[in-house]
C-alpha cells in the first residue's frame, strides 16, 4: 500500500513537479484527441497559470469553471492549482437560480466557461453580482456582453510562471455539494483533503504501471479527484472520456489500455445490463472501484474478468471507509482508513452498540484532511462540526469485524445517477408554479441503484395541473437530474406534531398510481442546451 509522504507534499504542485522531473515522458493524462506527458503537462500548467495572472488572479482567488470532459478541463484545473488559485467546478447542468447562486456565492470574478453553456450566463446576467471575466473555450460570441470576454486560447497560451509555493492549508478548490435544509453549500477543500481523497492508499489499487478511465464528469470529485488525480499521484496514466456510455465502454477500456477506475453502482449495473459477449472478459482491466457495492459483486467480476473493491467517501470528509481487494462484503463499504477515527452516533451524539443504525462521524488525526468548512456558511459548519466531531448525515452500522454497511441518507439529500440532488432546491422550483401550494420531494428506489426522485404535490384551490404539465415546466429551470421523475398530488401532506413534513412516509408510500415522466416520454434528457 502507498505511504502518504509528508504533510508539506501533498499538493498538486508537488505531484506535477515531481512527475515531471522523474518521469517527464511518460503519458499522464489524455483524451479522444490528444496526450499530455509529465514534462509538457507540467510546463503546460506553468503556462496556464501565467495566463490566469495576466487576468488579474492572485494567489488563492477562485475562478469558476464550466467546462465539458476533455483535456482542456484538467489543463484548466491544474494551471490553477500550479498558481495557487482556487477552482470552483460547476456542474454543466446547472442553468437558472442554482447557476445565479453558485457564482454569486463563490465571490468569483473569472469564469471558464464552454460557448454552448454561455447563453445561460447571459440570461442570468442582471443577477450576477461579482462576475468581471468571462473565459470562453470554443467559437467566441458575437456581439457585446456585460463582462470582459477573453479567448480560452489565449489562457492557455499564457506567458509562462514560476511556481508558488503552496502549503497543506492553502485552498485546492470551493466544491459545491447539494443542501438539504437550504441552497448548495460549498465545500471549502485544501490541497492536503484533496490528495487525502485522491491517495492510492484510500483504495489500494492504482500503480505506477495503470491507466485510469475517467468516464465521470470532472466537475465531480469521482472524475477529478478518484480518477485523474489518483492516477497522477500514482505515477500512472489517466484517460478522460466524454462520458460513460455502456455500450461503448468496454471498446474504450481496450482501444486505450485502461487497467482501473471508478464506477458508480448504476454504471456497473447498466453494464451487467449489456448484451453478454463471449469476449467480455478478455480486456485489459484489472480492477473497478464499485460505489456502492451492490449484493453481489462477485457476477461483475466474474463476467468482466477484473477484481472489485469499494470505499465511501463525500467531498466534505475524504474517503474515509475502503475495503481494499482482500475482503469484500457483499454491500458493505470497507473498513476505516489509516489516519481517520470514526463512531456511529444517536441524534444526541452517543455512540451506539455495534450492529445498531448509528449516524457516521469522522476526523482526521492531522490537520487539514477534511474540509476547512462551507463556503461563506460559518453556522453550517459549526453544525457539521459539532463536539468537534465531522457529521456525514449518512446512517451506518458495523459489525464485530469493523465493517462499515450503509444504511440510508439521515439528510434529504437525494442520489440519482452519480448527481446529489437537493430536495430544498427541487422544491423552490416547483413552488415557484402558481398552482402549487406546497409540496415535498424525496428519493425513492430506482432499478438502477441509488433513486428516482418523487414530488407529492397539493394544489392551490380551485386550480388544476397535471404530471405532464409540471414536468415541461421545470425543464429548463432545473439541471436535467433535478427534475423528478414521478409525481403525485395530494390533499394534503403528511404532518408530525409540529407540524414538520413526514418525508419518511412518502417514501414508504411508493410510486403506485404516480404520474411517471419516462413512461409518459416527458423525461427532460442530459443536456437540453447542446
Known amino acids: 500500500m502507498t505511504v502518504m509522504p509528508e504533510l508539506a507534499q501533498r499538493n498538486l504542485g508537488a505531484v506535477l513537479g515531481m512527475g515531471a522531473a522523474g518521469y517527464p515522458d511518460k503519458v499522464a493524462v489524455r483524451d479522444r484527441v490528444a496526450a499530455l506527458s509529465y514534462g509538457d503537462l507540467w510546463e503546460d500548467c506553468l503556462r496556464v497559470a501565467g495566463g490566469f495572472i495576466s487576468l488579474g488572479v492572485a494567489r488563492q482567488d477562485p475562478v469558476l469553471v464550466m467546462l465539458d470532459n476533455h483535456l482542456e478541463f484538467v489543463r484548466v484545473w491544474l494551471g490553477l492549482a500550479v498558481g495557487g488559485a482556487v477552482e470552483v467546478p460547476v456542474n454543466t447542468a446547472y442553468l437558472g437560480s442554482i447557476l445565479s447562486y453558485v457564482i454569486n456565492q463563490s465571490c468569483a470574478k473569472v469564469m471558464v466557461?464552454?460557448?454552448?453553456?454561455?447563453?445561460?450566463?447571459?440570461?442570468?446576467?442582471?443577477?450576477?453580482?461579482?462576475?468581471?471575466?468571462?473565459v470562453v473555450r470554443g467559437d467566441m460570441p458575437e456581439g457585446g456582453l456585460p463582462w470582459r470576454v477573453v479567448s480560452l486560447n489565449e489562457v492557455l497560451a499564457g506567458r509562462p510562471t514560476a511556481p508558488v509555493t503552496l502549503d497543506p492549508w492553502d485552498l485546492h478548490g470551493i466544491m459545491y455539494t447539494s443542501g438539504t435544509t437550504g441552497p448548495s453549500k460549498g465545500v471549502r477543500v485544501?490541497?492536503?483533503h484533496a490528495y487525502g481523497y485522491a491517495s492510492p492508499s484510500a483504495y489500494g489499487v492504482a500503480t505506477a504501471d495503470d491507466v485510469a478511465v475517467v468516464a465521470l464528469p470532472l466537475f465531480h470529485i469521482g472524475g477529478q479527484w478518484a480518477g485523474v488525480y489518483n492516477a497522477l499521484i500514482a505515477g500512472g496514466s489517466a484517460v478522460v472520456l466524454d462520458g460513460f456510455h455502456a455500450s461503448e465502454f468496454w471498446n474504450d477500456i481496450r482501444a486505450f489500455g485502461c487497467t482501473v477506475g471508478l464506477l458508480?453502482?448504476?454504471?456497473?449495473?447498466?453494464?451487467?445490463?449489456?448484451?453478454?459477449?463471449?469476449?467480455?472478459?478478455?480486456?485489459?482491466?484489472?480492477?473497478?472501484?464499485v460505489v456502492p457495492l451492490g449484493a453481489e459483486p462477485h457476477v461483475f467480476a466474474?463476467?468482466?474478468?477484473?477484481?472489485?473493491?469499494?470505499?465511501?467517501?463525500?467531498?466534505?470528509?475524504?474517503?474515509?471507509?475502503?475495503?481494499?481487494?482482500?475482503?469484500?462484503?457483499?454491500?458493505?463499504?470497507g473498513t476505516l482508513r489509516e489516519g481517520f477515527e470514526a463512531r456511529l452516533v444517536d441524534p444526541n451524539d452517543m455512540e451506539v452498540p455495534v450492529g445498531?443504525?448509528?449516524?457516521?462521524?469522522?476526523?482526521?488525526?492531522?490537520?487539514?484532511?477534511?474540509?476547512?468548512?462551507?463556503?461563506?456558511?460559518?453556522?453550517?459548519?459549526?453544525?457539521?462540526?459539532?463536539?468537534?466531531?465531522?457529521?456525514?448525515?449518512?446512517?451506518?452500522?458495523?459489525?464485530?469485524?469493523?465493517?462499515?454497511?450503509?444504511?440510508d441518507r439521515t439528510k434529504d439529500a437525494i442520489r440519482?445517477?452519480?448527481?446529489?440532488?437537493?430536495?430544498?432546491?427541487?422544491?423552490?422550483?416547483?413552488?415557484?408554479?402558481?398552482?402549487?401550494?406546497?409540496?415535498?420531494?424525496?428519493?425513492?428506489?430506482?432499478?438502477?441503484?441509488?433513486?428516482?426522485?418523487?414530488?407529492?404535490?397539493?394544489?392551490?384551490?380551485?386550480?388544476?395541473?397535471?404530471?405532464?404539465?409540471?414536468?415541461?415546466?421545470?425543464?429548463?429551470?432545473?439541471?436535467y437530474f433535478m427534475v423528478p421523475r414521478?409525481?403525485?398530488?395530494?390533499d394534503e401532506l403528511p404532518r408530525t406534531p409540529t407540524q414538520k413534513i413526514r418525508k419518511e412516509a412518502l417514501r414508504a408510500a411508493g410510486t403506485e398510481g404516480n404520474f411517471d415522466a419516462v413512461a409518459a416520454g416527458v423525461a427532460p434528457k442530459r443536456d437540453p442546451a447542446r
Open 302 to 333: 466474474q463476467r468482466f474478468g477484473v477484481k472489485v473493491c469499494t470505499a465511501y467517501g463525500s467531498t466534505e470528509a475524504s474517503a474515509v471507509i475502503a475495503s481494499g481487494l482482500d475482503r469484500i462484503v457483499p454491500r458493505s463499504c
Open 486 to 490: 414521478y409525481i403525485e398530488f395530494r
Open 113 to 134: 466557461v464552454e460557448n454552448c453553456y454561455l447563453s445561460r450566463l447571459v440570461e442570468l446576467a442582471p443577477e450576477l453580482q461579482g462576475l468581471e471575466t468571462v
Open 264 to 289: 458508480l453502482g448504476a454504471m456497473a449495473d447498466f453494464l451487467l445490463r449489456q448484451p453478454a459477449r463471449l469476449d467480455d472478459a478478455d480486456n485489459p482491466f484489472r480492477v473497478a472501484v
Open 190 to 192: 485544501t490541497h492536503a
Open 356 to 407: 445498531q443504525v448509528g449516524e457516521l462521524v469522522v476526523r482526521a488525526r492531522e490537520p487539514w484532511m477534511l474540509m476547512d468548512g462551507y463556503h461563506q456558511m460559518p453556522e453550517a459548519t459549526v453544525r457539521a462540526w459539532r463536539n468537534l466531531w465531522f457529521h456525514t448525515g449518512d446512517a451506518f452500522t458495523r459489525d464485530e469485524s469493523g465493517t462499515f454497511f450503509f444504511v
Open 416 to 479: 440519482r445517477r452519480g448527481e446529489n440532488v437537493s430536495s430544498f432546491e427541487v422544491e423552490s422550483e416547483i413552488s415557484r408554479h402558481p398552482a402549487v401550494a406546497e409540496c415535498a420531494v424525496v428519493g425513492v428506489e430506482s432499478a438502477h441503484s441509488e433513486q428516482e426522485i418523487k414530488a407529492s404535490i397539493v394544489l392551490q384551490p380551485g386550480t388544476e395541473l397535471s404530471g405532464e404539465e409540471l414536468v415541461r415546466f421545470l425543464t429548463g429551470r432545473l439541471p
